[in-house]
């Protein structure tokens, strides 16, 4: 199945979900969208670099850095930030790492009115399939 058609299945099973894309975080590049509404090309554009500086800014990355000195480790490219959830005034976004290729991230935007945690849920049950498409 294409990324497009695994993305649109998971705006119907995402409760509430107004838009699901997949972010290449390493470039900032948006790998494919699906909404329910039209939005400007610009805002899209703008989703997929905040998704990059959110898991691969340089602040993140000092902080990776800092904790894998701290704890003795080396550092072999592991991110410790899989998961990140943002609550708007009338949005919630979920961004969930690949675990298949760790600099993709899935991004999910629900009305605020979602229940968060089966927001999440079924987020997290779309990822295999969105891995799989790439």
Known sequence: MSLDAVLTQAVASVPECLAAGY????????????????????????????????FNGPNVS??????????????DGHHYF????INSDNLIHVF??????????????????????MALTKARMAMPGIEAAV
């Not at 000092?62 to 550092?75: A, C, H, P, Q, V």
């Not at 969930?96 to 945690?117: E, I």
């Open 62 to 75: 000092m902080i990776e850095t800092l904790f894998k000195r701290s704890r003795g480790m080396s550092d």
């Open 96 to 117: 969930l790492r690949s675990k298949a290729v760790t600099d993709y991230v899935a991004v999910f935007v629900c009305r605020r009115t979602a229940n968060l945690g």
């Open 23 to 54: 972010v290449d975080a390493a470039s900032g590049m948006l790998l494919s969208i699906r909404t329910v509404d039209s939005h400007p090309r610009e805002v899209i554009d703008l989703v997929a670099a905040a998704t990059a500086d959110l």
């Open 82 to 85: 899989q998961e990140i959830i």
